[in-house]
Nanobody, 123 residues
């Protein structure tokens, strides 16, 4: 059974930092791309950052480039999102996502989601 469990959300002031963690079980990080999405009420869930199954290639949405860092610890089967210089616009529920990924980065197959963790940034 695949499980993705997020942790690390909370309330922080603008300019502060938070680190989110996604504990993954039931699948292998070396064969799955893991991504962080975020969602605010009434809006779609948007991709924030991802890390490919091979090569550690990362992607960042433009608004978080230079502030967020996604990393993977395959031994611990966790994927982290370090978020620095947070702004109120980063307030959202953050979700961890996993899908199978080919060596060239093509994602396919079932998609798995965590339950989400709330991040609130006060001004």
């Amino acid at each position: 059974q695949v499980q993705l469990v997020e942790s690390g959300g909370g309330l922080v002031q603008a300019g502060g930092s938070l680190s989110l963690s996604c504990a993954v079980s039931g699948l292998t990080l070396t064969t799955h791309r893991v991504a962080w999405y975020r969602q605010t009420p009434g809006k779609e869930r948007d991709l924030v950052a991802s890390i490919r199954s091979t090569g550690g290639i990362t992607y960042y949405e433009d608004s978080v480039k230079g502030r967020f860092t996604i990393s993977r610890d395959s031994a611990k089967s966790t994927v982290s999102l370090q978020m620095n210089n947070l702004s109120p616009e980063d307030t959202a529920v953050y979700y961890c996502n996993a899908r199978k990924s080919s060596a060239t980065g093509v994602i396919y197959g079932d998609t798995y989601w965590g339950q989400g963790t709330q991040v609130t940034v006060s001004s």
